[in-house]
């Protein structure tokens, strides 16, 4: 390793593209580049011999799921069940660092890497819990509790928890394995379907954001009951509707009904709040778990 300021890898590994960066524990990004995901096959080998070329001390990797996060078990590394076939199984961490003379490496889900740039780097800084949740064209929640990423059997997939459908909803849930779920009756494509039209297109027609925020509002009811939260971030692209986030703000304290009362609720406008890193959560996270493992490896 070298005697200056170690230098981080840092790998998000998103369905559609992996964002690769250097950058110094502090989270300073001296170099970023971004190629499509394409077959393991061809896009590990680029990433490899970008990294090999960067001189890295460590690897903090956050992959699109789900994956294997339990450094103790087999799967550790892998891409499990993936409708991605060529990614199904796919031994992507043990491949990487193979590939990079088995630097120290962490490895967890892209929105627990989201989650922890935020607790690291953004609007999360000093506090222990808290949940990211990205509604693009899945949803996924990241969940860090006590200080700790949530892991369990596998991760949680707070995407896919079951939510009442609205009698008003003139849609239907896209899931393909639940008839009721959070991603089938929110998500980007499920909105398209809806609607006809895609969610960039719909900005101006309230009704759509009216019962986007009420299954938002309803999951986050859920999520706050169960994990008590101390923020809640929200991303992705449907996110960007912001008009949005007054709406959910009121129908989250509507739904709690005065049954908790904390100074995080009194506050609800810095409760519920966007990602605050313009776009860089998911890669600082990257960061901070190659930051991590190198201690660890230093340990
Ligand atoms: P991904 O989830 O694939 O990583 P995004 O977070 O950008 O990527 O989510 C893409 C989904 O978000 C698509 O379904 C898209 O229609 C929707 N989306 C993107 N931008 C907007 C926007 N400005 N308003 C509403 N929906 C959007
Ligand atoms: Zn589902």
Request: net charge negative; aromatic share 8%.
């Amino acid at each position: 390793m070298s005697e200056s300021t170690p230098r981080i890898g840092a790998l998000e590994a998103g369905g559609t593209k992996m964002v690769m960066a250097v950058a110094t524990p502090d989270g300073t990004i001296l170099e970023d580049t971004a190629i499509p995901t394409t077959a393991p096959a061809d896009c590990v080998p680029q990433m490899i011999e970008w990294f090999a070329a960067r001189d890295i001390d460590a690897l903090g990797v956050a992959a699109f799921g789900p994956t294997g996060v339990d450094p103790k078990k087999d799967n550790f590394g892998y891409i499990l069940k993936t409708p991605k076939l060529e990614w199904a199984g796919y031994d992507f961490l043990g491949t990487l660092r193979r590939g990079l003379n088995m630097i120290p490496a962490g490895y967890d889900t892209d929105v627990n890497g989201s989650c922890l740039g935020e607790a690291t780097f953004g609007c999360a800084r000093g506090l222990d819990t808290v949940l990211y949740l990205t509604i693009g064209t899945g949803i996924g929640a990241g969940v860090m509790v006590n200080g700790q990423l949530l892991h369990g059997m596998l991760h949680p997939e707070a995407g896919h928890i079951m939510l009442h459908k609205r009698d008003n909803d003139p849609g239907e849930c896209v899931c393909p394995f639940h008839e009721g779920c959070f991603e089938g009756l929110a998500a980007g494509p499920s909105i398209e379907k809806r609607w006809g039209a895609k969610g960039v297109e719909l900005a101006e027609r309230m009704e759509v954001w009216e019962l986007e925020s009420d299954y938002i509002a309803e999951a986050l009811t859920d999520y706050i009951m169960s994990f008590s939260p101390q923020k809640i971030i929200l991303g992705g692209g449907v996110m960007k509707q912001e008009q949005m986030f007054p709406l959910v703000r009121k129908k989250v304290l509507a739904n709690i009904a005065g049954y908790l009362d904390t100074p995080e609720l009194a506050d609800i406008d810095n409760y519920i709040v966007p990602n605050s890193l313009n776009e860089m959560q998911g890669i600082l996270g990257c960061v901070e778990l190659g930051r991590r493992a190198l201690v660890a490896a230093q340990a």
